[in-house]
């Protein structure tokens, strides 16, 4: 009986480390994850700024002639 209790314990003991390990895993995830969103934002609004200011410059372009 206490052999048995004494492995309870153990896998008790187990499974709480483990709990703590995903959890602990699962914070730095999010902070990833928070982290690659946040880059995601900047580049999306870079790559808008850049499509618009290519826009004007095109708008500035001189019509091309047909030399024929």
Known sequence: ???????????VVQVATLCHALRAENNQLKQRLA???????????RIESARSRLEQLARQLPEAKATL
Do not use: P, R, V, W
């Open 1 to 11: 009986m206490i052999d048995e209790l004494n492995a309870l314990e153990n896998k």
């Open 35 to 45: 982290t690659a969103e946040n880059d995601k934002k900047g580049l999306s609004e």
